[in-house]
């Protein structure tokens, strides 16, 4: 019977990473990119998706060694990750929550399905800032609450609060979209 290995923690791959140790920092991107990939999608254009990953990783790879593990290597990609989308949002002179979607589509096998996410991610960019990152750490990169409020720096129920208000304001504003 084999035993599985045992796999090491995101930061004591980051303390390797600041070492200089390449192939940790590999072992890094490839569980943080499912995540960020996800997150982004939820924030920005599908076509400018790929790119700000990429400007998100050459950061984390500039900045490996100023992490300090204040908080978890996740939330510090993801506050990352945060900042150029802003920056992508800036640099083109308009903010998420009027980013332009277009909902009609010539492309009829794009059909519904395109239409609804185009419509969650319009009602998630039109979000207070506190709502949306509770459920982009939810949703987008599939935290347990517990880790959530980690994140946040709140508590467990404070964290299970917002995101409950979270969701009552993305429905009511899907709600209204489709009336």
């Known amino acids: 019977m084999s035993e599985r290995p045992i796999l090491a923690s995101d930061e004591t791959l980051a303390r390797k990473a600041q070492a200089g140790d390449r192939a940790a920092f ?3 991107c490839d569980r943080v990119l499912p995540a960020l990939y996800n997150r982004l999608r939820a924030q920005l254009p ?8 990429q400007e998100v990783c050459i950061a984390v790879m500039k900045g490996i060694r100023r992490f ?11 506050a990352i990750a945060r900042h150029k989308a802003a920056d992508y949002y800036r640099q083109r002179g308009r903010r998420p929550q009027t980013t332009p979607l277009d909902l009609e589509t010539n492309d ?14 319009l009602a998630l ?4 800032d506190h709502y949306q990152e509770v459920l982009l750490l939810r949703f987008a990169e599939g935290l347990p609450f517990d880790q959530v409020a980690g994140a946040l720096e709140i508590s467990l129920e404070a964290a299970k609060s917002r995101y409950r208000r979270a969701v009552a304001a993305i429905a009511g504003q899907l709600s209204d979209d489709r009336d």
Request: with cysteine; charged share 30%; proline share 8%.
């Open 46 to 53: 599908p076509d400018a998706v790929e790119d700000v990953a």
């Open 68 to 78: 300090r593990a204040c908080s978890t290597f996740r939330t510090w990609v993801a």
């Open 108 to 121: 009829p096998a794009a059909g519904d399905e395109w239409q609804e996410q185009a419509m969650v991610r």
């Open 125 to 128: 960019q039109r979000l207070p």
């Open 26 to 28: 590999e072992q890094l």
